[in-house]
Nanobody, 115 residues
Framework: QVQVVESGGGLVQPGGSLRLSCAIS????????MGWYRQAPGKQRELVAS???????NYADSVKGRFTISRDNAKNTVSLQMNSLKPEDTAVYYC?????????WGRGTQVTVSS
């Protein structure tokens, strides 16, 4: 059993910053990177950023230069530093942990960017 728990969401003004964290615990076998997705009301879930086991990163065009994904392998955590937030970043953000045995998701954390 694998548990994925996000934290760090909230309300922030445009131009502000937030840091999301994701803690992964349980029986972890054959991990295949980590990632953050988001889903805004009425829209499909989309990839925001991902990081491979080796540390290579990938970002959606809409967040490049503003968001940074990082991981701590010793603690089994992945973080998403979000700067220069825009109203269009408002969404529920989900941590994703794919493995050779399953694709695990957290319950999500709400990020609202509004003045």
């Amino acid at each position: 059993q694998v548990q994925v728990v996000e934290s760090g969401g909230g309300l922030v003004q445009p131009g502000g910053s937030l840091r999301l964290s994701c803690a992964i615990s349980g029986s972890i076998y054959f991990p295949n990177g980590m990632g953050w997705y988001r889903q805004a009301p009425g829209k499909q879930r989309e990839l925001v950023a991902s990081i491979s086991n080796a540390g290579s990163t990938n970002y959606a065009d809409s967040v490049k230069g503003r968001f940074t994904i990082s991981r701590d392998n010793a603690k089994n955590t992945v973080s998403l530093q979000m700067n220069s937030l825009k109203p269009e970043d408002t969404a529920v953000y989900y941590c994703n942990f794919p493995t050779g045995f399953g694709n695990y998701w957290g319950r999500g954390t709400q990020v609202t960017v509004s003045s």
